[in-house]
């Protein structure tokens, strides 16, 4: 089992509230993500970091923000959620090696805004 | 980087037969990894293969990887019902980061 952690797991929202997705991690792993999953499987990255202070936008455009002020902690924000947001967000973590190894996951957070 | 292509889309099988998955990506890589998914679950790393290996097993697990062709096939021998789940395929191109191919949804009936 990975020491990775989500909540909430599953969210339903109405448009325009802001909310954050939690993520922490208990391995001391210094890289993180954030990917975004639709209903017909694909898995997106929508933000990463390398490290404390370290944050980066992924493949796919997102209106979220994320922070990382601590090493085990990666949450990611939506100003002012639309319907367009619903999706399953997943978080994950790995070690700092030159070439990326192994992602431990998240259970997900499953978002719906109406 | 673009995605990875799986195929096929969706597999169904009895338990006790094998299921074979395949993956194609467009760029060079260090690595090549696949991941499964329970459904409304996060994912799980089955196997990883490097840029210089071909093959690599694990239990009931068999990934072959052929450069030349950007190609990757994942093996399941002697499926079970527990099997039953969605597999990916991951590619570290080097810029940190893992992009997903779009999955293949294994079902394994008893």
């Known amino acids: 089992e990975a020491d990775i952690y989500q909540t909430p797991r599953y969210l339903v929202i109405g448009t325009g509230k802001k909310i954050t997705l939690e993520c922490s991690q208990t391995?001391?792993?210094?890289?993180m993500y954030w990917y975004q999953q639709d209903p017909g499987m694909e898995l997106h990255l929508i933000h990463y970091?390398?490290?404390?202070?370290?944050?980066e936008k992924g493949d796919l455009s997102s209106e979220s923000t994320v922070s990382r002020i601590r090493t085990e902690h990666f949450p990611l924000t939506l100003e002012s959620a639309r319907p367009s947001h619903t999706s399953q967000y997943l978080c994950a973590s790995s070690h700092r090696t030159a070439n990326t190894g192994e992602l431990f996951f998240g259970e997900g957070s499953r978002l719906t805004v109406l | 980087s673009q995605q990875g292509e799986e195929d096929p889309q969706a597999l169904s099988i009895q338990e006790g037969e094998n299921a074979t998955m395949n993956c194609s990506y467009k760029?060079?890589?260090?690595?090549l990894q696949w991941y499964r998914q329970n459904s409304g679950r996060g994912l799980v790393h089955l196997i990883l293969i490097r840029s210089n290996e071909r093959e690599k097993h694990s239990g009931r697990l068999r990934v072959t990887l052929d450069t030349s062709k950007k190609s990757s096939s994942l093996l399941i021998t002697a499926s079970r019902a527990a099997d039953t789940a969605s597999y990916f395929c991951?590619?570290?191109?080097?810029?940190?980061?893992?992009?997903f191919g779009t999955g293949t949804r294994l079902l394994v009936s008893p």
């Open positions: 970091s390398y490290g404390v202070n370290s944050t």
């Open positions: 760029t060079s890589i260090n690595n």
């Open positions: 991951a590619t570290d191109e080097g810029f940190q980061k893992l992009v």
């Open positions: 391995m001391g792993h210094d890289k």
